[in-house]
C-alpha cells in the first residue's frame, strides 16, 4: 500500500475566464527525491463546482535565490469572530481563530517532525492540538497568509490558555499565547469593569468584558458622593465582546469635573431587551 504525502501548499485562488495561477514558495519539508507529486483541484462558482487533479508534476530541487528573513510567522488568535478585538468571554462551544502572515510562506504541511501547526491547550504539551487540516489560506495570497478554524466541544466553565505553534517555509519558529474563559450560562455575563486611568486628570475610559455574540447598549451614570447624577454616558448598538467608552471628564454642563471622588453605575443591556447587567464603580478625579 503506498501512502499519500503531506500537503505542500494549501490556497485558494480566483479563476478568471477559466483561467487561473498560482505561486508560492515549497517547504523544505520535501523529500527531494524528484518524485511526482499532485494536484487536487476544486472549483466551484454560484451555481456549479467540479474537482480535478494531475499527478504530472516533479517536486523537488532547491531555489537558491530564495532569501530567508530569519522570522517566524505572525500569529493573531481570536474567539468566535475575528471582529472581536480582545475578548476573552466564550460558550462552551468556542470558535478558536488564528490569523497567520508570512512574507516568504506558510509550513503547512503537517509532516515536518516538529513543524507542524498545533494548539497547546492548558501547557500540555503532551497532547498538541493539530490545526493542520483546519487551515485554509486566503485567497490568491500564495500561501503567505490564511486563517485556522477550530471548534471546540462542551468545554467546562472556567479559565483555559492555548498556545498556537507555527513555522514558515524556512522552518522559522513563532508561538502566541491567549486566554480564554468559559462560561455556560445563556444568561449575560459582565466582567473586568474598569475605567482608566484611574484617578484621572481630565480623561477616562470605561471598559468591560461581556460573553454574548450580539450587540449590547451601554448606559453610564455618573454620580456625586451624595448621589446626584451629573452625567450620563450613551452607546447603541456595540458589536464587540470587549467594550471600551471614552469621557472627556465634563458633566452635562459641559464642566470639568471638581478633586473628589465620584460613582458610577454601568447598565449593559442586549439590543433585544432580553438581557440586562448593572455594575456600580468608583473612580477619582485628582488634578
Do not use: C
Amino acid at each position: 500500500m503506498r501512502i499519500q504525502g503531506g500537503v505542500i501548499f494549501r490556497g485558494r485562488v480566483s479563476v478568471n475566464n477559466g483561467e487561473f495561477e498560482a505561486e508560492f514558495v515549497v517547504p523544505k519539508d520535501i523529500s527531494y527525491e524528484n518524485k511526482n507529486g499532485k494536484i487536487i483541484f476544486y472549483f466551484f462558482d454560484l451555481e456549479s463546482d467540479g474537482l480535478a487533479f494531475t499527478n504530472k508534476i516533479i517536486v523537488g530541487g532547491t531555489d537558491t535565490t530564495a532569501v530567508n528573513d530569519g522570522e517566524g510567522p505572525e500569529i493573531e488568535i481570536f474567539f468566535d469572530n475575528a471582529a472581536y478585538v480582545s475578548s476573552y468571554l466564550v460558550g462552551p462551544d468556542p470558535n478558536l481563530i488564528v490569523k497567520l502572515l508570512d512574507e516568504t510562506g506558510l509550513n503547512t504541511t503537517g509532516t515536518g517532525v516538529g513543524h507542524k501547526l498545533e494548539g497547546i491547550l492548558n501547557k500540555n504539551q503532551g497532547s498538541p492540538i493539530d490545526f493542520t487540516e483546519f487551515f485554509v489560506g486566503e485567497l490568491d495570497a500564495g500561501g503567505k497568509s490564511g486563517e485556522i478554524n477550530y471548534k471546540f466541544n462542551k468545554m467546562n466553565d472556567g479559565d483555559y490558555t492555548i498556545e498556537v505553534k507555527a513555522w514558515d517555509v524556512f522552518n522559522n519558529f513563532s508561538n502566541e499565547e491567549s486566554f480564554f474563559t468559559v462560561v455556560s450560562t445563556n444568561d449575560l455575563v459582565v466582567r473586568d469593569v474598569y475605567n482608566y486611568p484611574n484617578p484621572f486628570e481630565s480623561n477616562t475610559a470605561f471598559t468591560f468584558q461581556h460573553n454574548l455574540s450580539r450587540p449590547v447598549d451601554v448606559k453610564i451614570n455618573v454620580y456625586t458622593i451624595a448621589g446626584r447624577m451629573i452625567k450620563q454616558l450613551e452607546e447603541k448598538n456595540i458589536n464587540q465582546k470587549f467594550v471600551k467608552i471614552n469621557w472627556d471628564g465634563r458633566d452635562e454642563d459641559g464642566d470639568q469635573l471638581g478633586n473628589g471622588t465620584y460613582l458610577y453605575k454601568l447598565i449593559v443591556k442586549t439590543t433585544d431587551g432580553e438581557f440586562t447587567q448593572s455594575i456600580l464603580g468608583k473612580m477619582a478625579v485628582v488634578k
